[in-house]
């Protein structure tokens, strides 16, 4: 049972392009949460997320952020014209359906995409 | 609302104790603590969702005070592998059903 699978796990662009983080969650969850780390410091949430919609966005940014979970295929983190302090570690976790508040197994995280922007 | 950990770090010897503690100014539904090792993912440790609640998982365990607003971490006869960050994740009462994590816990086990 393959756990939650993050791709990739470096990436690197420069000032003005776009990055797409994916994400694919455990087989059988529908909840995908996406959290920023910069480095030394705590998980940052940006936006929860269930199959073909979002529940919550309040930590993302207003602009060039932007991420979506379709009915098939992968979560996408989308950035666009990144700059230099869009870089950092995006972590993907994913919850079993029909939980939510009743979570009792917690989060499984992904290994994370290491974004650098040059 | 982010809650708060303390210590920020800690430096012990093998064998020692140690006690993180995550406090909120609200009453929480749930608290998680993970264990992050540099360069890896986060790891789940464990949950508590009810107020006097205490929970083990081996020398690792876990309380969550009366109010929930306050849970602590507790690891015993520390052992080298417990090296690493801890971050508790808050659940609120109300809104969506998403964790806000603490700023981290930097626990060194020393031989």
């Known amino acids: 049972n393959a756990g939650v699978m993050q791709n990739p796990r470096h990436l690197v662009r420069r000032r003005g392009q776009e990055a797409r983080l994916r994400c694919s969650p455990m087989?059988?969850?529908?909840?995908v949460y996406w959290y920023r780390q910069l480095p030394e410091e705590g998980l940052k949430f940006m936006v929860y997320?269930?199959?073909?919609?979002?529940?919550?966005e309040s930590g993302m940014p207003k602009e060039r952020f932007s991420a979506e979970f379709p009915k098939e295929g992968p979560s996408i983190l989308r950035i666009q014209q990144v700059v230099r302090g869009d870089s950092a570690a995006y972590f993907c976790?994913?919850?079993?359906?029909?939980?939510?508040?009743?979570?009792?197994?917690?989060?499984?995280f992904g290994s994370g995409t290491r974004l650098t922007v040059v | 609302q982010q809650p708060v950990q303390s210590p920020q770090a800690v430096i012990l010897r093998e064998g020692e104790d140690a006690v993180i503690n995550c406090s909120s100014s609200k009453a929480l539904y749930s608290v998680h603590w993970y264990r992050q090792k540099h360069g890896e993912a986060p790891v789940f440790l464990m949950i508590?969702?009810?107020?006097?609640e205490q929970k083990g998982h081996e020398k690792i365990s876990a309380s969550f005070n009366e109010k929930k607003q306050q849970s602590s971490l507790y690891l015993t006869a520390s052992q080298l592998s417990y090296s690493g960050t801890y971050f508790c994740g808050t659940e609120s009462n109300q809104g969506a059903q998403k964790l806000v994590f603490g700023q981290g816990t930097r626990l060194t086990i020393n031989p």
């Open positions: 976790a994913s919850s079993p359906p029909g939980t939510g508040r009743f979570n009792v197994y917690g989060y499984t």
């Open positions: 508590l969702l009810k107020g006097g």
């Open positions: 997320l269930q199959k073909e919609n979002i529940i919550d």
């Open positions: 087989k059988g969850h529908s909840h």
